[in-house]
Nanobody, 121 residues
Framework: QVQLVESGGGLVQAGNSLRLSCAVS????????MGWFRQAPGKDREFVAA????????NYADSVKGRFAISRDNAKNAVYLQMNSLKPEDTAVYYC??????????????WGQGTQVTVSS
């Protein structure tokens, strides 16, 4: 059974940075494309970033381009989201997701429980 556990969330002032981590167990991590999503109160869950199995391809939501960076370490079965220049509108629960394919697409098969990120103005 594939399990994803996020960490690194917290309260931060606008303009500062946070780095989220997602540890993956079960399955074959390097065969999964990975993604980060977020859900703000009262809003639908939205895509943030994705990375292919080897890290050679990445996608970002327009709202985070140039501020966020997704990366992965296949030796550690982990994926990361470096978030810089944070804004209050980045406040949300952030979820890590794994796709049962090496390539980026819109559907994901496994989800973590989420980690709260709160950005104060």
């Amino acid at each position: 059974q594939v399990q994803l556990v996020e960490s690194g969330g917290g309260l931060v002032q606008a303009g500062n940075s946070l780095r989220l981590s997602c540890a993956v167990s079960g399955g074959t991590f390097m065969m999964y494309a990975m993604g980060w999503f977020r859900q703000a109160p009262g809003k639908d869950r939205e895509f943030v970033a994705a990375i292919s199995w080897g890290g050679g391809r990445t996608n970002y939501a327009d709202s985070v381009k140039g501020r966020f960076a997704i990366s992965r370490d296949n030796a550690k079965n982990a994926v990361y989201l470096q978030m810089n220049s944070l804004k209050p509108e980045d406040t949300a629960v952030y979820y890590c997701a794994a796709r049962n394919s090496p390539y980026i697409a819109n559907d994901y098969d496994y989800w973590g429980q989420g980690t709260q990120v709160t950005v104060s103005s």
